[in-house]
């Protein structure tokens, strides 16, 4: 038994296993914020542009209920009087809702994209850290920038502007 779990241990500390659980957890936060994002704020704004227009309601009757004939006014009233329909507004609710839960994740994608670029940028744009660094001018060692005298030929330098810095 001991040797199973350390087995075990040993699988799910691996840093693959431990990265996926960590992707799904940041996954499932990412889907709550696109879902709340695109509920509520972009659907009222189409709700609003279509004027209110609901697709739920579009439906084809393929086959009168057995409680009651058509025609019917709502979906909820065809399938409680036992119609077969074939539900065309909710697979346009389903399209639009994809539509915008896709468009929402490139917008929020993107931006992320733009802000590590920047990111780069600036990293790029930082100055460089002054050389602590340089050559002997007689025997080409790298020696500190504030030697004086060269450990490896034992040469006097005069000033650290003796030999060029290296990189």
């Known amino acids: 038994m001991p040797r199973f779990l350390t087995e ?5 500390v691996k840093g693959n296993v431990v990265d996926l ?13 696109v879902n709340s994002l695109v509920k509520d704020i972009f659907t009222p704004v189409l709700g609003l542009i279509t004027g209110g227009i609901n ?14 004939a058509g025609p019917y006014t709502t979906l ?3 399938q409680a009087a036992g119609a077969v329909t074939i539900n065309y507004g909710i697979f346009l609710n389903a399209m639009i809702s994809f539509t ?13 994209h733009r802000l590590r670029e920047l ?3 600036k990293a ?9 660094v340089r050559n002997c001018p007689y025997c080409i060692t790298p020696i500190s ?21 290296t990189a």
């Open 8 to 12: 075990f241990r040993d699988f799910a």
């Open 100 to 112: 915008l839960v896709a468009m929402v994740c490139f917008i929020l994608i993107r931006n992320i």
């Open 145 to 165: 920038v504030d030697a004086t005298r060269c450990p490896s030929c034992t040469s006097v330098l005069d000033s650290p502007k003796d030999a060029a810095p």
């Open 76 to 78: 909820a009233d065809a």
């Open 119 to 121: 990111g780069a940028r």
């Open 55 to 68: 697709f739920t309601n579009l439906f084809f009757v393929l086959k009168d209920g057995t409680q009651t």
């Open 124 to 132: 790029e744009e930082a100055p460089a850290a002054a050389p602590t």
């Open 21 to 33: 659980a960590v992707g799904i957890i940041i996954g499932s936060a990412f889907t709550a914020i």
